[in-house]
């Protein structure tokens, strides 16, 4: 029994544990990544008190940081795997738990259990779509031309896409009785394109590289979009919305003819 319960001797000598410390670059992403997480929150707060524009305007912030931690951990080398857990579980509940609960709170609550039941399949496709694209980035075989293509609508660009209603009641629409129905097929729309297997071109590239004589008009382009984001922000969201939605079929042509283009390679060779 001594074993079990040896002396205690405050006298004897230890060696004192040591803490690695952690750089600062590791840091920076996941401080992002955490502010996009409480943007989300707050956009959630924003719509249990009825203010659908701030809780649009929180959920477009959460996106935008989104965009950015990526970008920030690789420009200072600071990826990690915790980083890309933590961004998955930010995103979920920013782009899934978010506009589930804005968009039942606005519209779907008049279908009471079928429309809890939307948000809840909403957020499930989130979820899964996010869990799907965590697999997906660690396959080793995954052609390179494959990485500027996402599977299914990525879940920030379902968050902002799934919107759309809220957009137009902001600009003054008055909704029918039959819009909560609209609200709801549409948004199933959106789940399904989450977790669908059609190819939506990332972009990942783009921007990477610009030609000398589109640097002007660049800066141009980049300023009249700040500029109607900022003066008419739900008019300028619903543009584009309805833009990415038809430019999608586009996005499955292109990865078509790659995807012939590598199995025409791959017969020759």
Known sequence: MTDLFPP???????????????????????????????????????????????????ILVAAVLDGLDGRIA????????????????????????????????????????????????FAS??????????????????????????????APAGALTGLLPAYVMELGFTPPPFFSVVEALYLLFIAYLMISRIPTYAGKTFGSRVPR???????????AMVGLLVTYPFGFLASVTVLYLILIPFGVKKYRALEKAQKAEAAVG
């Open 8 to 58: 205690f001797e405050p006298d004897k000598e230890t060696r004192p544990r040591r803490f690695n410390t952690v750089p600062l670059r590791l840091l920076i992403p996941n401080v992002v990544t955490l502010l996009s997480l409480c943007s989300g929150l707050t956009a959630i707060r924003f719509g249990f008190e009825g203010q659908l524009g701030d809780a649009i305007i929180a």
């Open 74 to 121: 690789r420009l200072l080398k600071g990826t990690s795997r915790f980083g890309a857990e933590l961004d998955s579980l930010a995103d979920f509940i920013s782009f899934g738990v978010a506009p589930a609960v804005i968009l039942y709170v606005f519209g779907l609550n008049n279908l009471k259990s079928i429309g809890w039941i939307v948000a809840l399949l």
């Open 125 to 154: 496709a989130a979820a899964l779509r996010l869990a799907r694209f965590n697999v997906m980035i660690d396959d080793p075989a995954r052609p390179e031309w494959q990485k500027n293509f996402f599977v299914g609508i990525p």
């Open 213 to 223: 004589e589109w640097v002007v008009p660049f800066f141009v382009i980049a300023i």
